[in-house]
């Protein structure tokens, strides 16, 4: 399901919450284009949406789009990982809300702040939010993960005052990778992490306040070929192996 992005993203918000300037300097290039790599993770969450759509909704207007036996197996995993908790909730008897592919707001805490979780399950007791990764290259952790945090923040925004739940479950499925992490921590606990971190930094990326802060995250700036801080970083980790090869030579 395709969105307009939100200048503050969800999925972007480790890197603009570690380098807040990061945004209004982007503002002088262009989107980058699509790379081969990103067009099989868009794949890979349509099919992912057609399977758990056909799974666990009665819908006969869903749109199956083109895909091999490779990635139907790899998007298994998560698909089967998102049913067995939504059966688990089933057997349970109790009042629940399952949501694929779903916008959530969370311009509670982030002006504009919007995103699209993948899947996200609610109940009396518990918030739960899964992010399907296809990627192979990098492994992705749920623990202190934003993009995890900022959806689940969504979820307290449009159903929290519906649901009581004072757990939040975050769940990162990476099938190609066979991994799984999963963050948990209280209510309030991420609320807290909002008010006291969150806020701060989406006003000061808002405002193009903060400092350059050269980091993992710049590998998707658009604007890290000119960037001169992530230049004076590389820089400086250039000249430290230098001088370590002469200590060794000494």
């Not at 200048?7 to 790379?35: P, V």
């Not at 504009?112 to 899964?130: P, Q, R, S, W, Y």
Request: with cysteine; glycine share 6%; net charge negative.
């Amino acid at each position: 399901m395709a969105e307009k992005h939100a200048t503050l993203s969800a999925s972007g918000a480790h890197r603009w919450m570690e380098c807040t300037k990061s945004i209004g300097l982007e503002d002088h290039f262009e989107k980058e284009e699509t790379s081969v790599f990103a067009e099989e993770g868009t794949l890979a969450h349509a099919v992912a949406e057609a399977m758990l759509r056909d799974q666990l909704q009665t819908d006969s207007k869903i749109k199956w789009p083109k895909f091999d036996n490779v990635m139907r197996e790899y998007v298994r995993m998560y698909v089967d990982y998102c049913r067995d908790l939504h059966t688990q909730a089933v057997l349970a008897g109790k009042d629940f809300t399952a949501l694929i592919e779903e916008r959530v707001n969370f311009d509670q805490w982030v002006p504009e702040g919007f995103g699209t979780n993948d899947f996200m399950l609610i109940t009396a007791e518990k918030l739960i939010v899964i992010d399907l990764k296809y990627g192979k290259g990098i492994k992705v952790e749920a623990l202190k993960n934003s993009q995890l945090r900022l959806y689940a923040l969504g979820g307290i925004q449009e159903y929290g005052w519906i649901y009581p739940f004072q757990t939040i479950e975050m769940h990162i499925v990476q099938p190609r990778l066979n991994h799984i992490s999963v963050e948990v921590m209280s209510r309030k606990g991420l609320e807290q992490w909002a008010e006291d971190t969150l806020v701060k930094k989406a006003n000061q990326a808002m405002t193009g306040e903060g400092e350059y802060t050269p980091g993992d995250h710049c590998r998707w700036c658009t604007a890290r070929a000119t960037c001169s801080a992530r230049a004076y970083s590389m820089l400086d980790i250039i000249q430290n192996i230098i001088k370590g090869e002469k200590d060794k030579n000494v």
